[in-house]
């Protein structure tokens, strides 16, 4: 069975720093791009990064220079280097396996497994 971990999630001032961790099991096998979405408060999920099996990258603009998507050495593990971080990125951040990039926009599939999130909140 599938499933999808994140942790790391926080209160932090403007200007701070957070870092996510995400592990992944269960999957079916297959090389899987991971990647990061979140979603504010009464808006709808947007997608945040993307690391494809390769290690390619994507990020979105908004966090594009302040935002770093890595790797662990295990197989399905991920991380989000938060930086810099602002009110405005305040949302719940989910986890992952299967994402892409569309004309500089991270997507989703049909296929992707998601993790329950971590609440990350930014204050002014």
């Known amino acids: 069975q599938a499933q999808v971990v994140e942790s790391g999630g926080g209160l932090v001032q403007a200007g701070g720093s957070l870092r996510l961790s995400c592990t992944a099991s269960g999957l079916p096998s297959g090389d899987y791009a991971m990647g990061w979405f979140r979603q504010p408060p009464g808006q709808e999920r947007e997608g945040v990064s993307c690391?494809?099996?390769?290690?390619?990258?994507y990020y979105a603009g908004s966090v594009n220079g302040r935002f770093t998507i890595s790797r662990g050495n295990a197989k399905n593990t991920l991380y989000l280097q938060m930086n810099s971080l602002k009110p405005e990125d305040t949302a719940m951040y989910y986890c992952?396996?299967?994402?892409?990039?569309?004309?500089?926009?991270?997507?989703?599939?049909?296929?992707?497994?998601w993790g329950q999130g971590t609440q990350v909140t930014v204050s002014s």
């Open positions: 690391i494809s099996s390769r290690g390619t990258t």
């Open positions: 992952a396996a299967g994402c892409g990039a569309s004309s500089a926009t991270i997507i989703a599939s049909k296929s992707t497994y």
